[in-house]
């Protein structure tokens, strides 16, 4: 299916933005890496297929609706309790949720093929407005992408657990992989 020019809504019907975390440190064996995905999320992608330049993304992420979708590796594998526990501590210690409630991304630049493109813009986190390069296919119908992000640019202090001896990477990726339709129900979780 060839792309054409058109707004598309954007949100979690048209598939999963994910959160992917890996750990360090002293006491590592005893985390988990995890996939935490965005349960309320919306935005819109304007297509100009003719000239991608004119193209725009944005998106808006409820920073408190993430939820641990997997949990690799760990001595044992994780409880609800853990999983509870990981969603209060993104909420309360790593993202400041009751302060900063959302997470923001608007494009300012949209360059590359209607296949193989990037999406430079600002993204919120925390409070704090960086800039980011997001490299995607768009495919069968399909957009796919992917952008690490380095959390200490936002301000934020990688979780860390046992004094210190568990610690997240400071490093964690972003990916999506989303059916770009006109009309995409939305799908709550």
Do not use: C
């Not at 949990?71 to 900063?100: C, F, M, Q, Y």
């Not at 936002?154 to 972003?174: C, H, M, N, T």
């Amino acid at each position: 299916m060839d792309i054409v020019t058109g707004t598309y809504p954007l949100g979690p019907g048209n598939g999963p933005l994910l959160v992917r975390t890996t750990r360090t440190g002293l006491g590592a064996k005893a985390g988990h890496d995890l996939t935490l995905e965005a349960a309320r999320w919306h935005g819109e992608a304007v297509v100009d297929a003719e000239d991608p330049a004119r193209s725009s993304v944005s998106v808006e992420v409820d920073a408190t609706s993430f939820q641990v979708r997997e949990g690799i590796g760990g001595v044992r594998p994780l409880s609800d309790a853990d999983r509870r526990d990981i969603v209060r501590n993104i909420g309360e210690k790593v993202l400041g949720t009751a302060r900063h409630p959302v997470i923001a991304f608007r494009s300012s630049l949209v360059a590359g093929t209607p296949e193989a493109f990037r999406v430079e813009g600002d993204l919120t986190l925390a409070g704090a407005t960086r800039p980011v390069t997001i490299d995607a296919l768009l495919a069968d119908g399909r957009v796919r992408g992917s952008v690490t992000l380095t959390q200490s640019r936002w301000g934020i202090k990688p979780y860390s657990a046992l004094f210190g001896a568990l610690r997240l990477s400071d490093e964690v990726g972003v990916w999506f992989d989303l059916v770009l339709a006109p009309d995409v129900p939305s799908r709550d979780v």
